[in-house]
C-alpha cells in the first residue's frame, strides 16, 4: 500500500505561482512513477503531469506544458508540481497519483491522495 497526501493548494491571483507537493508513504518511493491530475467543478479528471521513477523524463499536458514542472525528491519521498503564470482554468482540486509507469490515464495508477484545492482568481 501507498499513501500520498498533497499539500500546497491555496487561492491565488492570476498569473501567480503555487508550489504543490505530495509526500509518499508506505512503499519505496523510487519504484513508482508519479502523476499529477485534477477536476475541475462539474468537468472530468484530467491528466496534468507525469513524471518516471527516476525523473528524467516527464510528460505534460499541452494546456499546462511551459508553465507548469513536474519534479521528484527521492530522498524526501516527495513530488512536486510547481505552478507558475496561473490561469482561472487552471482552478480545479488537484490529486497525486502513483503507479508503475508514468501515463497520461489515470485508470493505471494504483494509489490517489485525497486532492488539494487551487483557486486561480481573475
Known amino acids: 500500500q501507498v499513501q500520498l497526501v498533497e499539500s500546497g493548494g491555496g487561492l491565488v491571483q492570476a498569473g501567480g505561482s503555487l508550489r504543490l507537493s505530495c509526500a509518499a508513504s508506505?512503499?519505496?518511493?523510487?519504484?513508482?512513477?508519479l502523476g499529477w491530475f485534477r477536476q475541475a467543478p462539474g468537468k472530468e479528471r484530467e491528466f496534468v503531469a507525469a513524471?518516471?521513477?527516476?525523473?528524467?523524463?516527464?510528460y505534460y499536458a499541452d494546456s499546462v506544458k511551459g508553465r507548469f514542472t513536474i519534479s521528484r525528491d527521492n530522498a524526501k519521498n516527495t513530488v512536486y508540481l510547481q505552478m507558475n503564470s496561473l490561469k482561472p482554468e487552471d482552478t480545479a482540486v488537484y490529486y497525486c497519483?502513483?503507479?508503475?509507469?508514468?501515463?497520461?490515464?489515470?485508470?493505471?495508477?494504483?494509489?490517489w491522495g485525497q486532492g488539494t484545492q487551487v483557486t486561480v482568481s481573475s
Open positions: 513524471i518516471s521513477r527516476s525523473g528524467p523524463t516527464t
Open positions: 508506505g512503499r519505496t518511493f523510487s519504484s513508482l512513477a
Open positions: 497519483a502513483a503507479g508503475r509507469i508514468p501515463t497520461m490515464t489515470g485508470a493505471q495508477y494504483d494509489y
